[in-house]
Each structure stands twice: as C-alpha cells, then as structure tokens.
C-alpha cells in the first residue's frame, strides 16, 4: 500500500470511529484478505466464516479505542483473527472437517462466491491439506508467522506490526517454524 493510500485509509478509519458507513467500506476492503486468511489456517470454510464474521463484529466493537500509527488497518484484524483462530484451537476444536463435509451445511446463496473461490483454491492444490495438517501439529507462534509469511505473502516488517513483535523474533520464528514443518513434511 503507497503512502497516499494508507494516508486515505487513516481518514477511512477516522471516520469509521464515528460512522458505521465507513466502516462497511474497511469491511468491503479487507473481508476477502481476513476470509482467506481464516481459511488457510483453518482448512474449514465454515470455521473461516465464523471467524471472520467475529473479527469484523470485535473490530466495529473496539473501532473508538483504535488508534491509527499509520500502519494498514489490516494488521490490526489480522491480529484479531489470528487471536480467534488461537483461541478456537486452544479451546480444544482442532478437529479438521474436510471441505466437502462442509459444504453442505453452508447457505450457499449467501456465500455462494466465497465459497466457489475457496474450492477452487483448495482444490487446485492436493498438498495443501497435507501441508495443512502438519502445519497445524506446530505450535501457534510458528503457525501465524508462517501463514502471514506464506499464504499472505506478508513481508516481515508487515508480519512485525501484525503481530506486535521485535524483528529478530519474527524471523527466528520464521526459521524455527519452518525447520520443525520441514521435519513434519518428511
């Protein structure tokens, strides 16, 4: 994002704290990255809605106490997402539902898209599951810098302010977590 646009995302925000039309703009803006996100590191089109549906209900909570530091508003739902998807594993629902098990349970006209490009996705790669499932056996610190890194292709001084961590701890994250997934994979 260049500068003029994030200087326009600080007014969207600003305005987001008073106005809830403005808000549904930051939610049109960032709702396929957050779902996608959810996605990835969930593997469960279900869970991914949910939690993108609380990230979104959380930040509207708490967009009066955000303050803007110009960095993408994004990182903050990231955060809050990642926060969700820990809490959801943490909580003892690691279990996996496989996307066609799914599927059906969904009102498809409601997410009709969303859920074709998600198939489509998961379907293009069959390595995915896979890599998912050993990518899910790592613990949560390793887990969030690898999907920021990777499947959101975030750089590391983005992967810094979403998480709210020193430099060096991402990246010691980053390698740790790969080696131990590099481990897993074999």
Same mark, same amino acid.
């Given at each position: 994002?260049?500068? =003029?646009?994030?200087?326009?995302?600080?007014?969207?925000?600003?305005?987001?704290?008073?106005?809830?039309?403005? %808000?549904?703009?930051?939610?049109? !803006?960032?709702?396929?990255? #957050? %779902?996608?996100?959810?996605?990835?590191?969930?593997?469960?089109?279900?869970?991914?809605?949910?939690?993108?549906?609380?990230?979104?209900?959380?930040?509207?909570?708490?967009?009066?106490? $955000?303050?803007?530091?110009?960095?993408?508003?994004?990182?903050?739902?990231?955060? !809050?997402? *990642?926060? =969700?998807?820990?809490?959801? $594993?943490?909580? &003892?629902?690691?279990?996996?539902?496989?996307?066609?098990?799914?599927?059906?349970?969904?009102?498809?006209?409601?997410?009709?898209?969303? #859920?074709?490009?998600?198939?489509?996705?998961? *379907? @293009?790669?069959?390595?995915?599951?896979?890599?998912? =499932?050993?990518? *899910?056996?790592?613990?949560? @610190?390793?887990?969030?810098? !690898?999907?920021?890194? %990777?499947?959101? @292709?975030?750089? !590391?001084?983005?992967?810094?302010?979403?998480? &709210?961590?020193?430099? &060096?701890?991402? @990246? *010691?994250?980053?390698?740790?977590?790969?080696?131990?997934?590099?481990?897993?994979?074999?």
């Amino acid at each position: 994002m260049i500068v =003029e646009d994030l200087k326009s995302e600080g007014e969207l925000v600003r305005r987001a704290q008073h106005d809830r039309e403005a %808000f549904g703009e930051l939610y049109e !803006i960032h709702y396929s990255r #957050i %779902f996608n996100y959810a996605l990835k590191r969930t593997a469960n089109v279900q869970l991914a809605l949910d939690i993108t549906s609380i990230t979104f209900l959380k930040a509207l909570n708490q967009i009066k106490k $955000f303050h803007w530091r110009d960095i993408p508003f994004s990182a903050w739902l990231y955060r !809050i997402a *990642s926060n =969700e998807i820990a809490d959801h $594993f943490r909580n &003892g629902n690691n279990k996996m539902a496989k996307l066609d098990e799914v599927a059906p349970m969904l009102d498809a006209r409601e997410f009709s898209d969303e #859920i074709a490009e998600a198939e489509e996705e998961l *379907s @293009k790669q069959d390595e995915f599951l896979r890599l998912h =499932e050993k990518l *899910s056996e790592l613990p949560d @610190k390793y887990q969030e810098v !690898i999907a920021l890194k %990777f499947f959101e @292709k975030k750089k !590391i001084k983005d992967i810094v302010e979403i998480l &709210g961590k020193k430099e &060096g701890t991402v @990246k *010691s994250l980053l390698h740790r977590g790969l080696e131990r997934l590099k481990e897993k994979m074999q």
